[in-house]
């Protein structure tokens, strides 16, 4: 080391707050090196200086024990307060994962005495317990179904903090589909509420609680740390599912960096880890840094995901559905057949060319390099085409035309509409068809917005509402499937109407025309129609429609991995059921294309004023 009185080595966070930043002091190269090399994540910038992920230095704290010249080490004063904080709460994660069944701290008959005078909003015997949990870890996960009341629970926790004195401030972190609930919430649970703002511009610094959406984070991020800063503060992330990528993403980096000014830390999502166990390391990684990402890597490592359910089970909160005491649903796959030109093409864009498909393989190959669009080829590759718009519906032609022999099969695909009827749309429209007889009104899921125009021309004879997107009247449209009695189909995708609605009480059957491989937005969108409030006698069914020898195969494949590794770490039986569709024969097998001109000039004329 040099003879220089300064500190040896300078610990302190980067300018985002998701990294820390080491800088040695000159003359110790080697040493500082060595250092270096012990984080994963360390990236060199000069032979004295490195950056390293915060969770990574965390986690990889006992490494600066190694350090030659620990009495000369500064650390940055936040920096070191969270660490010092992290330990503590290392300490109180360990102690309950080591006794798991020692008496919490917080039992849920002193939840009413906690929340103090200005809680007045009524919480279930599984709240209670949810809350009691959550309190004894001082952060926490709570990983509740839809309709359970994760955002009363959220509030009940800010009301105990608040009482406290340990938070004065709530920033919470939401889809815009949330804000409604927690804007309703923290108006009824309090005798006085809340001052309750939505972030608009700059944070409201008289604000109580502070509303913010993901996409907003990043923009706002050295607004929302001063607002942080300014009192004791607590976060709660609803829907905690969107930053999964942890900080390897946009809204994840951005929830890393608020993180650490907390004093308390909350995540709600009733699907923690829809594609295995990165997820749920990320976010526990948010909720326990360092400590997080270890104890769910260590679970997990040994493959036995019966003990990993075990060994995380005190770190969570989760109240099931069977809890909820809702009635079962029935779930179904049925297998459809392709007719013989839909088949030559999809196997041409799949890669087993036909020597029709020779002839115009670079606009196959150009179309088939990404796999997500074979989803779209099995329902019908004239979908991958581009109309005069992304909104364009197919135009089926009935009856249908002969197919002519010496067309290339590229101009063929094009045209596919006039020659077959896709055996997915005639599949749910005679599901619809039934569900209308019955009386019953039908969401049929897609993920294509073609797709989902196409079907509204289709079933033109149900009044279908649709949404997507790009749907300026969505409120008007959900009303209208809600309350007009000749409307039995709503349209819609996940990604638009997977969270924050509650079609329950009017609809009771659902149809996935396709599934993506994104299981937590499959589950998000199954509660759509099966969530707290149903009817003791509602009969749920839902029925997933797939193509044999297609990707629609590959996907119900890696769905099945996916829901059994969530079931199982949280302790499920309903997840994991959905791991494993029963299946079911099709009620449209042997229907042409005069059937179902048959069928919508029948239905037509019945709805005839």
Request: net charge negative; hydrophobic share 40%.
């Amino acid at each position: 080391m040099t003879g220089s009185a300064g500190p040896s080595l300078r610990i302190g966070f980067d300018v985002t707050r998701t990294r820390a930043v080491l800088r040695a002091a000159a003359g110790l190269e080697a040493e500082f090196a060595r250092l270096a090399s012990r984080f994963l994540s360390a990236g060199q910038r000069t032979p004295l200086s490195a950056e390293v992920d915060l969770d990574d230095f965390l986690m990889g704290l006992e490494a600066l024990g190694g350090w030659p010249h620990p009495g000369t080490v500064e650390w940055e004063e936040q920096l070191a307060a969270l660490v010092g904080e992290v330990l503590d709460d290392a300490e109180r994660a360990e102690r309950q994962l080591r006794e798991p069944d020692a008496p919490a701290p917080v039992r849920p008959d002193d939840i009413p005495d906690l929340l103090g005078d200005g809680w007045c909003g009524g919480l279930t015997d599984f709240q209670r317990r949810d809350i009691a949990r959550l309190l004894s870890l001082r952060h926490g996960a709570n990983f509740s179904v839809p309709g359970a009341g994760k955002t009363r629970v959220g509030l009940a926790l800010f009301a105990a903090a608040r009482a406290s004195g340990d938070a004065r401030r709530l920033l919470v972190v939401s889809p815009k589909s949330a804000y409604e609930s927690w804007l309703y919430e923290s108006e009824v649970c309090f005798r006085k509420a809340p001052v309750t703002r939505v972030l608009d511009g700059s944070p409201d610094h008289s604000a109580d609680i502070l509303i913010v959406n993901y996409e907003r984070l990043d923009k706002s991020l050295a607004a929302l740390a001063s607002w942080l800063r300014a009192a004791p503060s607590m976060i709660i992330l609803d829907e905690a599912h969107r930053m999964k990528l942890g900080a390897r993403g946009i809204y994840g980096s951005a929830c890393m960096a608020l993180g650490p000014l907390s004093r308390r830390r909350l995540i709600l999502t009733g699907t923690p880890a829809p594609n295995g166990a990165r997820d749920l390391e990320n976010l526990l990684s948010f909720v326990w840094p360092g400590h997080g990402r270890r104890v769910v890597t260590q679970a997990v490592a040994g493959g036995d995901l019966t003990h990993a359910s075990g060994v995380l089970r005190p770190l969570f909160t989760r109240t099931t559905k069977a809890e909820l005491g809702l009635p079962p649903y029935e779930t179904r796959i049925r297998y459809v057949a392709m007719d013989p030109l839909h088949r030559e093409v999809y196997d041409a864009l799949a890669g087993r060319y036909t020597a029709r498909a020779e002839a115009s393989r670079d606009d196959f190959d150009a179309l088939g390099k990404a796999m997500l669009r074979l989803l779209m080829a099995a329902i019908s590759p004239a979908l991958l085409l581009e109309g005069e718009s992304r909104y364009e519906p197919l135009v089926y032609q009935v009856p249908p035309l002969a197919v002519p022999e010496n067309d290339s099969l590229y101009s063929l695909m094009r045209d596919l509409p006039s020659y077959e009827f896709s055996p997915k749309y005639r599949e749910a429209l005679s599901i619809v068809a039934e569900n209308a007889a019955l009386g019953r009104k039908t969401i049929v899921w897609t993920t294509f917005v073609r797709s989902l125009t196409t079907m509204e021309r289709l079933f033109s004879a149900y009044q279908p509402a649709m949404v997507h997107g790009g749907t300026a009247d969505r409120e008007d449209q959900l009303r209208r499937f809600r309350e007009d009695p000749d409307c039995h189909v709503l349209l819609s995708n996940p990604a638009t109407l997977g969270e924050g609605i509650s079609l329950h009480q009017v609809c009771h059957d659902a149809v996935y025309v396709d599934r993506d491989f994104m299981a937590g937005r499959f589950l998000q969108s199954l509660d759509r129609i099966h969530r707290l409030g149903l009817a003791p006698d509602a009969e749920t069914r839902v029925t997933v429609l797939a193509v044999e020898e297609t990707i629609d195969e590959v996907v119900a494949l890696r769905l099945e991995e996916k829901l059994d590794f969530m079931g199982r770490i949280l302790d499920d039986p309903a997840v994991r059921q959905l791991a494993d569709l029963e299946e079911e024969p099709s009620l449209a097998a042997g229907m042409d294309m005069a059937d179902v001109r048959a069928l919508l000039g029948h239905l037509r004329g019945r709805h005839r004023p």
